[in-house]
């Protein structure tokens, strides 16, 4: 059973986004405003736009993190509550060239700059504006994260560093292992970069923090989801798959899996490519909820290669997240059973015409979703019947 959002969360959350690509140009994209709650099932026919929604989403969070730079020719424009503040950023690129950027915290200026690079900032402080100069193709946002003088900078930046995104139909790094000294130098900070793209750099972490409480959560999940597993954790392949015969200079690590019933360790190159997927999210997921952050989990094609069922308990689990974990999830799909199973309110209805993609939910179009719910037909009518104005 679903249950409902708490009204409780203290919300840290993406609530709208605009974006707009080329414009003037015939590659014009645009996405008109599109709102967000805590938890959210994008669905559109094909090429409406949902992974491309995805992807916009996560090529703002890389901005804000200062991982991304070289823009070509585009406008977004966003808030997102964090703490009960409202955050308004808008930025806009030509060419390679920023041509406008602005920070509001409830509609009061803290950050604005000019296509020449000229701008003002507030320091929070002195309590007051001072100017400042950074190159025309820089982001000024990503050029003053100071906690002390601009915390609003940080605050967003931090949120962003909690955004993840995952391709449910991608191998999801299933033939992806690391070597052991790789690993041991990000574990140490010994000149290593962690790597939470990387499932087994993200479940080693997570277990030498949290050990035995992480292993019991994901086992504990992947059972609701109808995989009895005993033992999860990472070794030496060679140990995993006794006939390898590669000579390798050091140990390469793979994740495994024991099943109820059998002795035996299941590498995770041996895992059904449904089972990978669903353990792979499963780790992420409950690395981030131990860690305590309101994270923000994008997830594209949710239950690609599962059953109905399991596809049905994945979406399930991640609900319960985002109840008691307060974590903002963004799912999408086109898949029927899926869209008959999750509530219309969770829903955000994709509709293209031409370049133009117009997204409705139950909180920009509330009479028309709560008109369908007396007609008795199900959520997938919805989607192929609904009339927005």
Not at 48 to 77: A, H, P, W
Not at 83 to 95: I, M, N, P, Q, V
Not at 192 to 199: A, F, Q, S, V
Not at 355 to 384: H, M, P, Q, W
Request: charge should be negative; include cysteine; proline fraction near 2%.
């Amino acid at each position: 059973m679903f249950e409902p959002l708490a009204d409780s969360i203290e919300a840290q959350m993406l609530k709208s986004i605009s974006y707009e690509e080329y414009a003037g140009d015939p590659r014009n994209w645009r996405l008109e405003t599109c709102d967000f709650a805590q938890m959210n099932l994008v669905v559109g026919k094909n090429s409406t736009g949902k992974s491309r929604l995805v992807n916009v989403i996560s090529g703002l969070c890389r901005m804000l993190r200062g991982e991304q730079s070289g823009f070509d020719s585009g406008s977004y424009s966003v808030q997102i509550e964090l703490d009960s503040r409202l955050f308004s950023y808008e930025a806009g690129f030509k060419e390679g060239n920023v041509t406008h950027e602005k920070l509001s915290i409830d509609s009061e200026v803290r950050l604005e700059r000019a296509a020449d690079g000229s701008g003002r900032i507030y320091y929070q402080q002195q309590n007051e504006f001072i100017k400042f100069e950074v190159p025309q193709n820089a982001i000024a946002i990503q050029h003053r994260q100071d906690r002390l003088q601009h915390p609003f900078v940080v605050e967003l930046s931090d949120w962003a560093q909690h955004c993840k995104s995952y391709g449910f139909g991608t191998k999801f790094g299933s033939d992806e292992f690391v070597r052991w000294s790789s690993l041991q130098a990000a574990l140490g900070g010994s000149n290593g970069k962690r790597n939470h793209g990387n499932l087994i750099h993200r479940y080693s972490e997570a277990f030498e923090k949290h050990g035995e409480k992480f292993d019991k959560a994901i086992i504990s999940d992947m059972k609701q989801l109808g995989y009895e597993l005993t033992d999860v954790g990472v070794d030496d392949l060679r140990a995993l798959i006794p006939s390898t015969n590669v000579e390798l200079a050091e140990p390469v690590l793979g994740l495994f899996v024991v099943e109820e019933g059998r002795e035996a360790r299941l590498a995770q190159n041996q895992m059904s490519q449904g089972m990978f997927r669903a353990l792979a999210l499963v780790i992420h997921i409950n690395a981030e909820v131990l860690e305590g952050k309101k994270s923000f989990i994008l997830v594209d094609d949710i239950g690609e290669g599962l059953d109905y069922e399991r596809s049905a308990g994945l979406i399930d689990l991640l609900i319960r997240h985002a109840t008691h974990a307060g974590i903002q999830v963004i799912l999408t799909s086109n898949d029927r059973f899926v869209m008959n199973k999750v509530p219309l309110e969770y829903w955000v209805l994709l509709r293209r015409e031409k370049s133009v993609v117009r997204a409705f939910t139950a909180r920009n179009s509330e009479k028309t979703f709560e008109d369908f719910k007396f007609i008795g037909l199900s959520n997938f009518d919805f989607f192929t019947t609904a009339n927005f104005n």
